[in-house]
T-cell receptor, first 119, second 113 residues
Framework: NAGVMQNPRHLVRRRGQEARLRCSPM?????VYWYRQLPEEGLKFMVY????????ESGMPKERFSAEFPKEGPSILRIQQVVRGDSAAYFC?????????????????FGSGTQLSVL | GEDVEQSLFLSVREGDSSVINCTYT??????LYWYKQEPGAGLQLLTY?????DMKQDQRLTVLLNKKDKHLSLRIADTQTGDSAIYFC?????????????FGTGTRLTIIP
């Protein structure tokens, strides 16, 4: 059972270009989370998605950033018109679905991350 | 707001115990976690503790939680070279459980032979 797969591992973009980061969750997982790690900082929550739905995007900048998790295919984190401050490691995590009434302890499984460098 | 703090570096001799400390601010945290990140890899969940517990032991790992002081620690007994990694403390603040985690900056553990 493959783990959470992210690609590319490294992505270099010039200012103003678009960055597309992909995440394939673990088999059987229907929840995807994106986190960002800026240099010398901890991981910061960005967005939480289920298939075709954004559940919580409170950590995502309102402009230039968008995320989707279509019915088929990987989850995509898209950053338009990148700036130097977007340079960071972007981590995706997935978990399996559980009923809300059950004790909440969904284990998050993380991918190896995409290192985005903006020149 | 939520904040989780850790010291950045820790060096320990092989065979000794490592103690990694973490403080957090959100008193409504339900779960607290320790993750391990090895070079080039994703974060691996090591252990977690529910907020109404004060201790949890899992083989070489012992987690202590002082809820009054909002202090969490991870003790690794008989530290080995394979324990070299960055260790992240995290707390759960999401309304559905642990989906929205707040992480510390990570503590880089170096093992001295």
């Amino acid at each position: 059972n493959a783990g959470v797969m992210q690609n590319p591992r490294h992505l270099v973009r010039r200012r103003g270009q678009e960055a597309r980061l992909r995440c394939s969750p673990m088999k059987g997982h229907s929840h995807v989370y994106w986190y960002r790690q800026l240099p010398e900082e901890g991981l910061k929550f960005m967005v939480y998605l289920q298939k075709e739905n954004i559940i919580d995007e409170s950590g995502m900048p309102k402009e230039r950033f968008s995320a989707e998790f279509p019915k088929e295919g990987p989850s995509i984190l898209r950053i338009q018109q990148v700036v130097r401050g977007d340079s960071a490691a972007y981590f995706c995590a997935s978990s399996e679905y559980r009923d809300r009434g059950r004790m909440a302890n969904e284990k998050l499984f993380f991918g190896s991350g995409t290192q985005l460098s903006v020149l | 707001g939520e904040d989780v703090e850790q010291s950045l570096f820790l060096s320990v001799r092989e065979g000794d115990s490592s103690v990694i400390n973490c403080t957090y601010t959100d008193s409504s945290s339900t779960y607290l976690y320790w993750y391990k990140q090895e070079p080039g890899a994703g974060l691996q969940l090591l252990t977690y503790i529910f907020s109404n517990m004060d201790m949890k032991q899992d083989q070489r790992l012992t987690v202590l939680l002082n809820k009054k002081d909002k202090h969490l620690s991870l003790r690794i007994a008989d530290t080995q070279t394979g324990d070299s990694a960055i260790y992240f403390c995290a707390e759960s603040t999401g309304s559905f459980g642990n989906e929205k985690l707040t992480f510390g900056t990570g503590t880089r553990l170096t093992i001295i032979p």
